[in-house]
């Protein structure tokens, strides 16, 4: 099972608290032994722990970003059907570059 971690800081002056992320995400591994990943933009910082099931590459790796890196998502669960939905969204135009349901789940928020 994976682990998502999450800092949201409203005020300037707490800023320096999104550094916490990292501590906070290092936390987690045994949620998730196979992987790490943090990202951080302005008032926001995300973490992700992984337990590679799906798509064990590294391509799978989280946080994921679509193509044009204006939407990032973290994802701890599994999408079962995810491969229902892999033709419409070729069809759309996505080109995907891993096998996992979250870049799925990414494109299909995205698009709808």
């Given at each position: 099972m994976c682990g998502i971690t999450g800092i949201i800081v409203f005020q300037k002056e707490y800023l320096h608290l999104l550094r916490n992320i990292d501590h906070a995400t290092d936390t987690l591994q045994q949620r998730g032994p196979d992987g790490r990943g943090t990202y951080l933009n302005n008032n926001l910082a995300l973490g992700q722990r992984r337990l590679s099931i799906?798509?064990?590459s590294s391509l799978g790796a989280q946080?994921?970003?679509d193509d044009q890196k204006r939407y990032?998502?973290?994802f701890n669960g599994e999408f079962f059907n995810y491969r229902?939905?892999?033709q419409e969204l070729v069809n759309d135009g996505v080109n995907f570059i891993s096998h996992t349901d979250t870049e799925?789940?990414?494109y299909l928020?995205?698009?709808y």
């Open positions: 799906i798509d064990t946080p994921m970003f990032s998502i973290v229902d939905h892999i799925v789940l990414l928020l995205i698009k």
